[in-house]
């Protein structure tokens, strides 16, 4: 017999689980319209693959990961896509989200699929592949991909697999009644997940509140190793963290998971779509839900495609208005009011209620705390669930915590015995969600302040290599000056020009002398012969040469002026120089007027004739 241990605190609420187990799991059908979220699971949402106007076949996919925690989405029947848009989805806050909507068009008509028949001829992360595709969430809680939870760091061996048939909370049977019906797919889902993760043990907890289930367990694994315990019907011994220490006596650490113990724990339901995706080739399409309360005609457990609005699914179990007085999606403590019966059913729904006035009444109003104590007898993660709602309610979230608040499972059993009826969980919710905002805004904060930081290094590195080629072209600089120093040091004791333009200036300087030569040879010639046709000097020419020794003196000037800024010591040099070429331009001007002189006198007579 398999040995048991117990956990702190825990409650006996009135358990109401008859109202759905009179008749067998019936098929919902399908409805004239299913409207499928993206997001069903814990993670990131889908992406359509899919446009609107489209035909789709059942089991195809028409949601597609793109990265992290996500599963896909396939269509749960077949017909053509009506929408993409934002649709009222279950979710407390009541708000919209993106949803895929699907006009069925009656055939039900598959799409290719591919069964294994023996899935141990596969890799491991073959099944795991397939286990993905076929977007097999948790159907027992907050919804986490399943082939992530099958797949824990290889520094941490899984000794002990758990299937969670507990099902603690009131009202809700759809796992009761699936092990009664389904039993020999539980234990071969069970089986798959076994051989992926190879622990040394596989064990199936059940409420002692549910024998039936039970014995047909018992018979579905004749010649495995896989225990049945049988525990003791307190809530919320469903709990995933109560059960593995009911089942193993070790506690999962404050702010762990269960892998961090060796221990990996598995819904029912999802040991069903293990199955059915390995041995059938289907995705996860729909899913069994607890249709219960004293407002319906014929309350039970029904097979559900997900997507199915909640109207149409209460009247499959035959809603009478009149009577009902509140919609609860999920069970009566740690479920939500609804205040639509247009979401639809998701991954992770397994149970509505509709409940009249005298069955689920609403909570009298809050009172203030006496502080008797019974929260913090009753919490089975043994908090202290009164100096969390001080803190809660003073928004002072950094000490709650400090006080392990995200140890809380939100399982409601402090609300339950309080007798100032004070929504203790809700407190506690509200505190979670403002330090995840905060969390965001700090994570937001500190990703802008690294890349102000890195924005700024990055700009005192470019200003840093700014400043190192601005150094490296100065010392160039300095080192052609100090070589066109020397070479003018050298040229002036040579008696040369001074730089490249004193050269220059010098080469026009005996242009002009050798023009004035050839020009006093012609006139000289032109009066020697006195002939009619003269040559006469190239008074253009020459002008142009003017013009270009002014030009090579005010450049001469401008070093002058620079030479006497930046090189106190070869200003002398530089005015020598200068002056030489006042005396080359006066030859050069005094030249021009006697070429012009010239030029008149050996013209005059020809205009007078």
Not at 244 to 250: A, H, K, P, R, V
Not at 514 to 539: C, G, I, M, V, Y
């Amino acid at each position: 017999m398999t040995k048991l241990w117990d956990f702190n605190g825990g409650i006996h609420p009135a358990e109401n689980k008859e109202i759905s187990t009179g008749r067998s799991i019936q098929v919902a059908g399908i409805p004239a319209q299913l409207v499928l979220p993206l997001q069903q699971h814990l993670g990131a949402p889908a992406e359509p693959s899919v446009n609107v106007g489209d035909r789709v076949l059942k089991g195809q996919k028409i949601a597609d990961v793109s990265h992290g925690k996500c599963v896909p989405v396939h269509a749960p029947t077949s017909g053509v896509i009506e929408s993409i848009g934002d649709y009222p989805v279950p979710h407390p806050s009541g708000m919209a989200d993106r949803c895929i909507v699907l006009k069925p068009d009656g055939k039900d008509e598959w799409c290719e699929r591919f069964p294994i028949s023996d899935y141990r001829s596969l890799e491991r992360d073959q099944v795991l592949g397939i286990i993905h595709s076929a977007g097999i969430a948790g159907m027992g809680g907050a919804g986490f991909p399943t082939d992530i939870k099958l797949k824990p760091p290889r520094d941490r061996k899984v000794d002990t697999l758990i299937l969670n048939g507990a099902e603690c909370e009131p009202y809700i049977t759809a796992d009761d009644m699936t092990m009664r019906e389904r039993a020999d797919k539980v234990v071969a889902g069970l089986k798959i997940m076994a051989w992926i993760l190879r622990p040394e043990r596989c064990v199936i907890g059940i409420e002692d509140n549910k024998p039936e289930a039970a014995v047909a367990l018992r018979e579905a694994i004749q010649g495995t190793q896989i225990e049945i315990a049988v525990i003791p019907t307190k809530y919320p011994s469903g709990g995933e963290k109560q059960l593995i220490q009911i089942l193993t006596g070790m506690e999962v650490p404050s702010g762990g998971i269960p892998a961090d113990i060796g221990v990996i724990c598995q819904n029912i339901g999802t040991a069903v779509a293990v199955a059915q995706a390995v041995f059938e080739g289907s995705p996860l399409i729909s899913r069994v839900v607890t249709v219960t309360g004293e407002a319906l005609e014929r309350p039970g457990n029904f097979d559900v495609l997900l997507g199915t609005p909640m109207t149409y699914l209460l009247e499959q179990a035959g809603l009478q208005p009149d009577r009902v007085s509140r919609l609860v999606l999920g069970g009566p403590m740690m479920g939500y009011t609804l205040n639509t019966t247009a979401v639809p059913v998701i991954k992770t729904s397994n149970c509505i209620i509709a409940a009249t006035a005298s069955e689920l009444p609403a909570p009298p109003p809050e009172q203030a705390c006496i502080r008797c104590g019974q929260c913090a007898e009753v919490c089975p993660m043994e908090l202290l669930p009164q100096q969390l709602f001080w803190h809660a309610k003073a928004t002072e979230f950094e000490k709650a915590e400090h006080l392990n608040l995200f140890d809380c499972i939100e399982c409601g059993a402090c609300s339950y015995v309080c007798p100032s009826s004070i929504p203790l969980v809700q407190y506690y919710r509200y505190a979670k969600g403002e330090i995840r905002v905060q969390r965001a805004e700090q994570l937001k904060a500190d990703r802008a302040r690294e890349r102000f930081e890195a924005r700024q290094e990055r700009l005192e590195r470019e200003q840093q290599e700014k400043e190192l080629r601005r150094k490296e072209r100065a010392k160039a600089a300095a080192e052609a000056q100090a070589k066109k120093k020397a070479e003018a040091e050298k040229a002036a004791d040579s008696g040369e020009a001074v730089d490249e333009r004193a050269a220059k200036s010098a080469l026009v300087e005996q242009a002009l002398a050798r023009k004035k030569a050839s020009t006093e040879a012609s006139t000289a010639k032109a009066t020697a012969t006195a002939e009619p046709e003269l040559e006469l000097p190239d008074l253009e020419t020459l002008e142009k040469q003017f013009t270009q020794a002014q030009s090579k003196l005010e450049s001469m000037q401008a070093m002058l002026e620079d030479a006497k800024a930046q090189q106190a010591d070869n200003v002398d040099k530089l005015e020598r120089a200068v002056a030489k070429n006042h005396d080359r331009v006066k030859r050069a001007e005094e030249a021009l007027a006697d070429a012009r002189k010239t030029l008149a006198a050996q013209t005059e007579p020809q205009s007078i004739k």
